[in-house]
């Protein structure tokens, strides 16, 4: 039994999720902890416990209720719920996290049953530090933050964004093996612009539109600055911040914490892994692909930097590479004649010159049909939130060129995906190499059963952070995101001819993750983040560090 756990008794035991074990409980430890009568009589083994609770989340017919049921479960027995979904992990990992999650943020209000997390709110702006020594635990090794301005594709949820960490941390310790009690789920609750939060009497947050300008930026930097004070040595994700904050503030503070934003870096970092897998399967390489983008934002921009990245180490220069991309977003192509681009964005414009005569919509764009007309397109990645964007006769196009097309629709949720990965099957013949941001399920073509791997960060973040932990590193470079990145796409089934699968299925995720954060304590060790240590002693700390479900003492 764990010290802490020992000085909690009765009622204050039971109501602590941390260390709660129900009908686990021994007979000693209820003599010994006063809690004979509190519980029912008959003593479980956690297997036992796990069979009730999924019997118990199988007579819920509803995707939000089973969610509620498993916060509701996280909230009364940390280890029973932890090991209930590593039990059950592809079944309840879009329940927990996407594309449910989505919903349950819509919704946080109305389904509220427990704090979790911490609320730091722009009224109590002054008070900033104070709140989050109100944390429930001291020791924390990671924090996912949201200002909730962009969750997943569905909008601005205001503090409802809250759902994005909390879900977001479950997964950090589900496949990272990172302490439940060492996680800290936060919502910047700076107000919100969705009309139907405002005028709901029920919404939790600050009733309030955004704030914005100065009043912002002083804010994010009055958080940070608590951060740095109050948890210096702890990893911080930024999360859902629309791309307008998002990359700046990246930028501001990289360099400041140990911090990242999975967004931006996770998010390109699983899709270079993808990438990696396809253009093997494909017996090319990468630097050889010409690289669409629909989508220009924040999360679209960082992958093309991160790809970027990866053909400057595969032989190209700087200049090559930039060549290599496409970007069209909702005003269409991204040249150098174009009005108003972010200096991100503009790294990717194509000279004028080189579009001037080509044909444009009524509003003056070169729109993506035009642009996978006009060249041999080998990716076509999807970060637009427009669903539906990649239509039959865009990927026929393509597909007419080129023997394997690779087609990564990876908006979220399944509304906003791009396409359909049968679609894309089928209007490819079967040879479209396919990746999605939302889970779909196996496509029949043929005699064959197609799998579709989901381009789901969790596949890197959790690692990430496990790595982060167990080398002691003090920043998160971008070495360290391409060695995930690498070592993930090693572990491609697709690669190793077990299956079509681009990315490893969820039920491997845990054992891959240990390979991931090894490169990643590694990758920290070569740029000077990280104090120096043998591979093994690496290999060691990455094994201690990951938690697993299972009651003190048993």
């Not at 070569?526 to 690496?538: D, Q």
Request: overall charge negative; aromatic content about 6%.
């Amino acid at each position: 039994m764990a010290a802490k756990q020992s000085s909690l008794r009765s009622t204050a035991l039971i109501n602590t999720p941390e260390h709660n074990k129900g009908t686990a409980f021994t007979d000693e430890e209820r003599t010994a902890l006063g809690l004979h009568g509190l519980l029912p009589p008959q003593i479980e083994t956690l297997d036992e416990q796990v069979v009730r609770a999924y019997a118990a989340y199988q007579r819920k017919h509803d995707d939000l209720e089973k969610h509620i049921y498993l916060r509701q479960m996280q909230d009364a027995n940390e280890v029973l719920f932890y090991r209930l979904l590593l039990d059950h992990i592809e079944e309840m990992m879009p329940i927990v996290y996407t594309p449910v999650v989505g919903l349950a943020c819509q919704e946080f209000s109305h389904i509220y049953r427990r704090p979790r997390g911490l609320y730091i709110s722009y009224p109590l702006r002054d008070s900033i530090p104070a709140l989050l020594r109100n944390r429930p635990n001291a020791e924390i090794d990671v924090i996912v933050v949201t200002d909730g301005e962009r969750v997943l594709g569905i909008g601005d949820q205001g503090a409802g964004g809250l759902g994005i960490p909390i879900g977001k941390l479950s997964l950090y310790s589900l496949i990272g093996g990172i302490r439940p009690a060492r996680t800290l789920p936060i919502v910047l609750d700076v107000g919100t612009n969705n009309p139907e939060r405002l005028s709901d009497p029920e919404y939790l947050g600050w009733h309030h539109e955004r704030i914005t300008g100065d009043a912002y930026d002083e804010f994010i930097e009055r958080f940070v600055s608590a951060v740095k004070v109050e948890l210096p040595n702890t990893c911080l994700q930024w999360e859902d911040f629309a791309s307008h904050h998002a990359l700046p503030i990246l930028e501001r503070y990289r360099d400041e914490l140990l911090t990242f934003n999975d967004d931006i870096q996770g998010t390109a970092a699983v899709v270079v892994a993808a990438l990696m897998a396809a253009v093997r399967v494909s017996k090319s390489t990468l630097r050889d692909q010409e690289i669409v983008h629909l989508g220009a934002g924040s999360a679209s921009i960082g992958v093309a930097d991160y790809i970027r990245r990866q053909l400057i180490a595969e032989g190209l220069t700087d200049e090559e590479a930039r060549q290599r991309f496409w970007i069209v977003d909702k005003d269409g192509l991204l040249h150098t004649d174009r009005a108003g681009l972010t200096p991100a964005q503009m790294a990717y414009a194509r000279p004028h010159a080189e579009v001037a005569d080509w044909p444009r919509n009524d509003a003056g764009q070169i729109g993506l049909a035009e642009v996978v007309a006009r060249i041999r397109a080998n990716i076509l990645i999807g970060l637009s939130t427009v669903g539906g964007a990649f239509t039959e006769s865009i990927v026929r196009e393509m597909a007419g060129k080129v023997a394997r097309p690779i087609i990564f629709p990876l908006s979220n949720p399944t509304s906003k995906s791009e396409a359909s990965a049968a679609d894309l099957i089928a209007w490819t013949n079967g040879r479209a190499l396919v990746a999605t941001g939302s889970p779909f399920a196996p496509v029949k073509y043929g005699d064959e059963i197609v799998p579709i791997a989901q381009c789901n960060n969790v596949c890197i973040f959790p690692a990430i952070g496990l790595g982060v932990i167990a080398s002691k590193a003090r920043r998160v470079t971008d070495g360290m995101i391409l060695a995930a990145a690498r070592s993930l796409a090693e572990h491609s089934p697709a690669v190793s001819g077990l299956s079509g699968r681009l990315l490893p299925p969820v039920e491997d995720l845990r054992r891959v993750a240990v390979e991931i954060a090894i490169a990643v304590g590694l990758a920290a060790q070569e740029a000077g983040v990280a104090p120096i240590t043998s591979p093994e002693e690496l290999s060691r700390r990455v094994a201690e560090t990951q938690w697993s479900p299972a009651y003190d003492g048993g």
